[in-house]
C-alpha cells in the first residue's frame, strides 16, 4: 500500500507535535498540525537534550542547527546543601559523546522550538494551523474524520488515516477523545529565569551545570551562551490548596534552614523578581489510544523533570510511533504497538524522577547516607547507572523502516 500522501493529523505544536510532523513528513505523509496558539510561544527556560533523543534528532537532519544553538556543558557540579565546594562533578562533554555517540547538551526551548519550526516549514507536505479555535475527531472504520475551526473562523473537515495529540499535560485528546484521566499535581512547583551571564555569581562554574540540594527544594543551573544567559530552576514545594498560578514574574519563597546556604542565597538574589512559576503536573495512565486516535509526548506521560527525561521521551515516541504508523494498513494495530513498546520504558523514566526528587530533597541527617553514595560513585558514577536511559536506541525498539537519512530539509 502507498503511503505517499498518507494525511495524519497532529494536535500541539510543541516539541513532540513538531518532531512527529518531520518524522511523518519525511516517509512521504501529509501532516496537519493543529495548534491553539496563534503563533509559537517563548514560554520556559532550558532543556537538557541528552543522547538518547540527540540521536532521534540528528537523524532527523537537525544536527548542525542544534549544535550551533545548544551548549555541551563539561560536567555537573552538585552542591549538596551548605556545601563550599562540589561534593563530586559528574562528567559530560567528551565523555557522553564518545560513551553513546552522541552529544549532551543544553539549549533555550525556544531554539529548540525554533529549529524544529524552520525544519517543518521546509516541508511542503507539513501544515502548522495556528490558532485554531476548535477541532472534534470521529473514528471510523478506515481512519478518523476530523472537523476543524480555523483562526478566521473558517471550517475544514477531512478524512485522516489518524489523529496523534501532542497537546501537553492538559491534552484534550487524552481526557475528551479518550476518556482518560485529568493530569495530578505533584505537590511541586518550578521556578523558572534566565539570568544575564554578566549578572550571574561567580561562585558557579561558568561551563558546567550546577545542582543545589536543600531540604526540600533543588535547583539547577547551565550556562545558555548562544544567548548570553544562564537557565536556573528552582523546585519547591506548594500545597495544592494554595496553587494560584501567578501570571507575574515573582520570586521564589524558600523555606529557610537555621543558617542560609550561599549558593541557593547567591542564584535567588541574581534572579530578582524576574521568575515565573509553573505547577509540575505528572501523567500516569494506560490509556494512549483509540481505534485512530493516539496521544504522545506530556499528553501521554508528563513527568516530574527530576531526570530532564520529559522532552526527550517525547523524541523517543516519536521514532517509534512515526515508522510504525506509516508501515501498517490501519492506524489501530501501529497505536497498540507501539503503547506496548514505550510504556514500560517511560514508567521507568518517570519512577526514576520521582526517585531523584526525594534524594534532591532529603532532610539531615539522611543527607549523610545519600552523600557518601554519591561520593563513593565518582564522576562517573552516572555513565554505568544511566547506560540503560542515555544510550537507549529507540529507533531500534521496533522492527520498522525509519526515514532515509540525510534528507535534505536546507537545515543541515
Ligand atoms: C522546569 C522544567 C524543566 C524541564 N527540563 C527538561 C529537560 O531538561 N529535558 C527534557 O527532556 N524535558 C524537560 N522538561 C519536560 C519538557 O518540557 C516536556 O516534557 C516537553 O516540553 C513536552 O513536550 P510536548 O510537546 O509533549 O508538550 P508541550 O510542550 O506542552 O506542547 C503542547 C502543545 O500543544 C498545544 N496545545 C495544548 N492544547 C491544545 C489544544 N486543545 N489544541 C491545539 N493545541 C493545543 C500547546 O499550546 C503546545 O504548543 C522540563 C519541564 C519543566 C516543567
Known amino acids: 500500500m502507498s503511503v505517499d500522501g498518507r494525511l495524519i493529523y497532529v494536535a500541539g505544536a510543541g516539541i513532540a507535535g513538531m518532531t512527529l510532523a518531520l518524522a511523518l513528513a519525511k516517509f512521504g505523509a501529509t501532516v496537519v498540525v493543529l495548534e491553539r496558539n496563534a503563533s509559537l510561544q517563548e514560554a520556559g527556560a532550558g532543556l537538557q ?42 562528567e559530560l562533554g567528551q565523555v ?5 555517540g552522541a552529544a549532551y547538551s543544553v539549549m533555550h526551548r525556544a531554539d529548540l522550538a525554533d529549529v524544529l519550526h524552520k525544519a517543518c516549514k521546509r516541508f511542503a507536505n507539513i501544515d502548522i494551523l495556528f490558532g485554531v479555535r476548535a477541532y472534534d475527531v470521529e473514528p471510523h472504520a478506515r481512519g478518523v ?63 558546567h551545570t550546577t545542582v543545589l540540594w536543600g531540604p526540600g527544594y533543588h535547583a539547577v543551573t547551565y550556562p545558555l551562551p548562544t544567548r548570553g544567559e544562564v537557565n536556573a ?23 529557610w534552614a537555621l543558617l542560609p546556604d550561599r549558593h541557593f542565597a547567591a542564584l535567588l538574589a541574581a534572579g530578582g523578581r524576574n521568575w515565573t512559576y509553573w505547577p509540575a503536573f505528572t501523567v500516569e495512565t494506560p490509556v494512549w489510544h483509540k481505534a485512530g486516535i493516539g496521544l504522545i509526548g506530556d499528553a501521554a506521560h508528563a513527568m516530574l523533570p527530576f531526570q530532564a527525561q520529559g522532552a526527550m521521551m517525547a523524541v523517543e515516541d516519536v521514532a517509534v510511533l512515526a515508522p510504525l504508523l506509516m508501515a501498517a494498513d490501519d492506524a489501530a494495530p501501529a497505536l497498540a504497538r507501539y503503547a506496548d513498546v514505550r510504556q514500560p520504558r517511560v514508567r521507568k523514566v518517570q519512577a526514576i524522577s520521582r ?9 539531615w541527617p539522611f543527607t549523610l547516607g545519600r552523600d557518601a553514595v554519591v561520593k563513593a560513585q565518582g564522576p562517573q558514577g552516572h555513565l554505568g547507572r544511566l547506560d540503560w536511559l542515555y544510550g537507549h536506541d529507540a ?12 534528507l535534505r530539509t536546507g537545515v543541515n
Not at 96 to 100: A, D, I, L, T
Not at 395 to 405: L, R, T, Y
Request: proline share 8%; no cysteine.
Open 96 to 100: 557522553m559523546r564518545e560513551r553513546f
Open 49 to 90: 537534550v541528552s543522547p538518547n533523543g540527540r540521536h532521534i534528532l540528528n537523524h532527523l537532519g537537525l544536527e548542525r542547527p542544534l549544535a550551533a544553538r545548544s551548549f555541551e556543558p563539561e560536567g555537573i557540579d552538585i552542591y549538596p546543601f551548605g556545601a563550599r565546594r562540589p561534593l563530586v562533578t559528574l
Open 395 to 406: 529507533a531500534g525498539s521496533v522492527d520498522a523502516p525509519q526515514p532515509e537519512k540525510p
Open 233 to 255: 530552576v528552582l523546585f519547591t514545594r506548594v500545597k495544592a490548596a494554595d496553587l494560584v498560578r501567578e501570571a507575574r514574574p515573582t520570586a521564589p519563597k524558600l523555606p
Open 355 to 363: 526517585s531523584n526528587g526525594a534524594a534532591f530533597h532529603m532532610e
Open 145 to 207: 474524520a476530523v472537523l476543524v475551526e480555523e483562526a478566521d473562523g473558517k471550517t475544514r473537515s477531512a478524512n485522516a488515516f489518524a489523529f496523534i495529540g501532542a497537546d501537553g499535560v492538559h491534552s484534550r485528546t487524552r481526557t475528551d477523545l479518550l476518556g482518560g484521566p485529568a493530569a495530578d499535581y505533584s505537590g511541586m512547583a518550578a521556578w523558572r529565569t534566565t539570568i544575564d551571564e554578566g549578572q550571574f555569581p561567580s561562585l558557579f562554574s561558568r561551563n
